[in-house]
Each structure stands twice: as structure tokens, then as C-alpha cells.
T-cell receptor, first 113, second 117 residues
Framework: EAQVTQNPRYLITVTGKKLTVTCSQNMNHEYMSWYRQDPGLGLRQIYYSMNVEVTDKGDVPEGYKVSRKEKRNFPLILESPSPNQTSLYFC????????????FGPGTRLTVL | GQQLNQSPQSMFIQEGEDVSMNCTSSSIFNTWLWYKQDPGEGPVLLIALYKAGELTSNGRLTAQFGITRKDSFLNISASIPSDVGIYFCAGQAIFNAGGTSYGKLTFGQGTILTVHP
């Protein structure tokens, strides 16, 4: 089944404790992206990757890092999480090129205490 | 970055009623998309619109790409309980980087739809 998977689905952590949220897709997509969803703000892009080893900042990159060592994986790293990073996070992937549908993962709900 | 204004923020309707929601932007987009998010899930694409003025239907859903390319609406006819969820509009702009083009999505704030049986 073609899908985007994220782990963990739920995470409660404390300020300053490094964490990684994994994202994997099995559709051989070149483009992958991370979003955060907050009430009243919709989804905002954090980082995106055009292909392996090619990443760039989205609209809200502060406090986040990403890497793209393999085509299928695009982990999101929070080196020192803070409470304002409490949010619902979505990974998405699509084929390269314009006018392409992005497929979203099921989401990771993160709480930073 | 670009911003979309989506309205209404929430709707409470009776089963069988029609629903209408819209999005406006100060910028033009190449594509307008409408997504639905069910509780505990990621957004799923409902309708994609590629041309200014385009009117597209998908079952009980109808969406239009505004002539100015700065707005779009989504209508749901004869609502049913499973229509409950959050609906997002998204404008897609095409960017070119390193010889490759890709689409960047900008999302509206979402419309929370509640349908009473």
C-alpha cells in the first residue's frame, strides 16, 4: 500500500531534550516536506526536500533541522525542543514537478512540557 | 510568506443541508486544492483546480478556481454525517530551483464542519 508513515504518533517530552520524528514514504517520491498544524493557523511548512541531499527552509524553520540521506526517509529533528513547538506535525511527499499532489502522513502530536 | 484567508472558521449544520466555504489570497496561485482532514488523520486531497475559472465536481463536492486566480470556493451538497472534519484550501505556487520545478503549498486556516444527524 502506497503510504507515508510517521513515528512516533504521539510524544510528550520536556524542554531541551533532543528528539527526532521519522518520516518514510514507499512511493519513490523525490519531494518531501514537513508541516506543523496549529489551531487557527492551518498547516505551515517547516522544511522541504527536493531530492536526496537537497533541503531548504520553509516558512517556519526556526528550531528545527532535517536531513535527507535516502530518498524514502526525511526525519525532523528538534535539537532543543521548547513549549512553543507543541503542535501536530505532518510529513508529506510527492513526485517532483509542478501541479503535483502531496500525500500526507497520519501526523505526530508533540507536547513539550 | 503568502497567506490565505479561509472562511468560515467553523460551521454547524443539519444533515441534508448544503455547505459553502471559500478562500481568498492577496497573491495568485497556479493551482487551488481542497483537502479534508478526518480526526487523527492527515489531510487527504478532495479536488484540484488547475485553470482560472475552472469548475470541478467530485460527487457531492463542487469547487471553483476564481477568475483572478486569487480565490476559490468549495460547496458540499446534501451533507451527511461523514462529511464531518476540517476542510483546508491550499494554493500552490510553482517555484524553480536547480533546474527542477516544484509546487509549494500555502494552506488556509481551515473550516471545521460539524453535521448534526
Amino acid at each position: 500500500e502506497a503510504q507515508v508513515t510517521q513515528n512516533p504518533r504521539y510524544l510528550i517530552t520536556v524542554t531541551g531534550k533532543k528528539l527526532t520524528v521519522t518520516c518514510s514514504q514507499n512511493m519513490n517520491h523525490e519531494y518531501m516536506s514537513w508541516y506543523r498544524q496549529d489551531p487557527g493557523l492551518g498547516l505551515r511548512q517547516i522544511y522541504y526536500s527536493m531530492n536526496v541531499e537537497v533541503t531548504d527552509k520553509g516558512d517556519v524553520p526556526e528550531g528545527y533541522k532535517v536531513s535527507r540521506k535516502e530518498k524514502r526517509n526525511f526525519p525532523l529533528i528538534l535539537e532543543s525542543p521548547s513549549p512553543n513547538q507543541t503542535s501536530l506535525y505532518f510529513c508529506a511527499s510527492s513526485t517532483s514537478g509542478g501541479n503535483n499532489e502531496q500525500f500526507f502522513g497520519p501526523g505526530t502530536r508533540l507536547t513539550v512540557l | 510568506g503568502q497567506q490565505l484567508n479561509q472562511s468560515p472558521q467553523s460551521m454547524f449544520i443539519q444533515e441534508g443541508e448544503d455547505v459553502s466555504m471559500n478562500c481568498t489570497s492577496s497573491s495568485i496561485f497556479n493551482t487551488w486544492l481542497w483537502y479534508k482532514q478526518d480526526p487523527g488523520e492527515g489531510p487527504v486531497l478532495l479536488i484540484a483546480l488547475y485553470k482560472a475559472g475552472e469548475l470541478t465536481s467530485n460527487g457531492r463536492l463542487t469547487a471553483q478556481f476564481g477568475i483572478t486566480r486569487k480565490d476559490s470556493f468549495l460547496n458540499i451538497s446534501a451533507s451527511i454525517p461523514s462529511d464531518v472534519g476540517i476542510y483546508f484550501c491550499a494554493g500552490q505556487a510553482i517555484f524553480n530551483a536547480g533546474g527542477t520545478s516544484y509546487g509549494k503549498l500555502t494552506f488556509g486556516q481551515g473550516t471545521i464542519l460539524t453535521v448534526h444527524p
